[in-house]
């Protein structure tokens, strides 16, 4: 069964960048399009981004367009998403999630069948 663990959050200045990862394991990461979504204190779950199994289509929400990127290295089956730009307003636990599509990027938080756990990111002076 696949499993995900995020790690490379922790807090930044605004301005500031990071990289988080998304290190897969028990299957390939490549047999999964690849989300990130995050969660502030008080607030719903809300979707980030997206990367196609094939790692050919990203697709992001409008707050982040620009700033942030994904993309997935195979031979560590691992999926990244980094940061650039950040704002107090990114400050959230971000997860990742898998979901069994191909040929796009997955969406929708329903179609995702496995997540991590979550690892925190504060944007803060």
């Known amino acids: 069964q696949l499993q995900l663990v995020e790690s490379g959050g922790g807090l930044v200045q605004p301005g500031g960048s990071l990289r988080l990862s998304c290190a897969a394991s028990?299957?390939?990461?490549?047999?999964?399009?690849i989300g990130w979504f995050r969660q502030a204190p008080g607030k719903e779950r809300e979707w980030v981004g997206s990367?196609?199994?094939?790692?050919?289509?990203?697709t992001y929400a409008a707050f982040v367009k620009g700033r942030f990127t994904i993309s997935r290295d195979s031979a560590k089956n691992t999926v990244y998403l980094q940061m650039m730009s950040l704002k107090p307003e990114d400050t959230a636990v971000y997860y990742c999630?898998?979901?069994?599509?191909?040929?796009?990027?997955?969406?929708?938080?329903?179609?995702?069948?496995?997540w991590g756990r979550g690892t925190q990111v504060t944007v803060s002076s």
């Open positions: 999630a898998a979901a069994q599509v191909l040929g796009r990027a997955p969406i929708d938080a329903h179609e995702f069948a496995f």
């Open positions: 028990g299957s390939t990461v490549d047999n999964y399009g």
């Open positions: 990367i196609s199994s094939s790692g050919l289509s990203t």
